[in-house]
């Protein structure tokens, strides 16, 4: 009698086998992330280029080619003076780019001046006077490509 009640209850002493653990790396989220990653940087990575804002004039001149970043001295419509997006005063700038071409090793350095086009064409070569007096001979002055003519 005894028998037949464990054969009733289910087997007695036999224990259920667990299911294999599963040992895949499931890579879909992983793809999704870095596909929303991908497209946050490729929307964002232009617009952290862009340094002071300024309205540049337009001209027909094709642009040159550089393998280095440049230095580079901007005027806004306020006649403030940015080297490299770093606000500074007429009167530093000139140290400061000596200092920098000293660190890079060539005193022949290309020096790109941007001005706005509503600034003080007074102002422009006033920051261009400085850079000329002081013995930068390759000064550029930045426009943006003539649209639609």
Do not use: C, H, W
Request: aromatic share 4%; hydrophobic share 45%.
């Amino acid at each position: 009698m005894a028998m037949n009640m464990g054969a009733a209850s289910g087997g007695g002493g036999r224990r259920r086998r667990r299911a294999p653990v599963m040992a895949e790396i499931n890579v879909t989220p992983m793809v999704d992330v870095m596909l929303v990653l991908l497209i946050i940087f490729m929307v964002s990575a232009p617009l952290l280029t862009v340094g002071v804002p300024l309205d540049l004039p337009q001209t027909q001149a094709k642009s040159l080619d550089q393998d280095k970043e440049p230095l580079t001295v901007s005027v806004n419509t306020k006649g403030e003076v940015f080297l490299n997006n770093t606000a500074i005063g007429v009167e530093e700038l000139v140290p400061k780019l000596k200092a920098i071409t000293d660190a890079r090793g060539g005193a022949d350095e290309r020096v790109y001046v941007r001005g706005d086009r509503k600034v003080d064409y007074g102002t422009v070569m006033k920051v261009m006077g400085r850079l000329s007096s002081a013995g930068f001979r390759r000064v550029a002055l930045v426009t943006e490509v003539e649209q639609g003519s």
